[in-house]
């Protein structure tokens, strides 16, 4: 029930794409739910987050849509770069936060 | 405050032996989370602490590991009898009463040889 699931496990795009990565969770007392972007020998770092009482979040190019009744959540990268190259983590919160499987995305010019 | 610190960075040490791990969160956070990162794999949440209490415990902490926050401030993370299993990331982070923004550190890369 703590889980959270990720797909896809890895995701090739061509520069100027849209990425789409998706997660899952079965806990419904989950009250935030952020996204992680992760370089290799970095720390996670905070991406965007949604909450859920709202179904879309948009910042910049990024946008979380979140579908409470089925729970399940997503994240759209636009005009995708070379340089958003990198593990992206779906997570949920409550206490803690638990983590997806990642998604490596690697973006082609 | 940059953020948070974690030290050492690198870490290889043989079976058997001890290490420790120290974590210095963002100044005015409050919660401290230890998580363990393998390869492929996401963050597992490992404990955390609210100030100097230390108010869950995952199962995956075995008795060997141990983590203390006296203060309130740092924390440190020990692990006794290093298996070659305990090779991965060990990442803190921390975040303030409000529990939503978690700032992570570097990490501390263990591996036992």
């Known amino acids: 029930q703590q889980q959270v699931k990720q797909s896809p496990q890895s995701l090739i795009v061509q520069k100027g794409g849209i990425s789409i990565i998706n997660c899952a969770y079965e806990?419904?007392?989950?009250?935030?739910f952020p996204w992680y972007q992760q370089f290799p020998g970095k720390g996670p770092a905070l991406l965007i987050a949604?909450?859920?009482?709202?179904s879309e979040k948009k910042e910049g190019r990024f946008t979380i849509s979140f579908n409470k009744s089925a729970k399940q959540f997503s994240l759209h990268i636009m005009d995708s770069q070379p340089g958003d190259s990198a593990t992206y983590f779906c997570?949920?919160?409550?206490?803690?936060?638990?983590f997806g499987t990642g998604t490596r995305l690697q973006v082609f010019p | 405050d940059t953020g948070v610190s974690q030290n050492p960075r690198h870490k290889i040490t043989k079976r058997g032996q001890n290490v420790t791990f120290r974590c210095d969160p963002i100044?005015?956070?409050?919660?401290l989370y230890w998580y363990r990162q393998t390869l492929g794999q996401g963050p597992e949440f490992l404990t955390y602490?609210?100030?100097?209490?230390?108010?869950?415990k995952s199962r995956l902490l075995s008795d060997r590991f141990s983590a203390e926050r006296p203060k309130g401030s740092f924390s440190t993370l020990e692990i006794q009898r290093t298996e070659q299993g305990d090779s991965a990331m060990y990442l803190c982070?921390?975040?303030?009463?409000?529990?939503?923004?978690?700032?992570f550190g570097q990490g501390t890369r263990l591996t036992v040889v």
């Open positions: 997570a949920a919160l409550v206490d803690k936060l638990i």
């Open positions: 949604i909450r859920p009482d709202v």
């Open positions: 806990n419904t007392a989950f009250d935030y």
């Open positions: 982070a921390s975040t303030d009463n409000s529990n939503t923004e978690a700032f």
């Open positions: 602490f609210q100030n100097e209490a230390q108010l869950e």
């Open positions: 100044s005015e956070h409050n919660r």
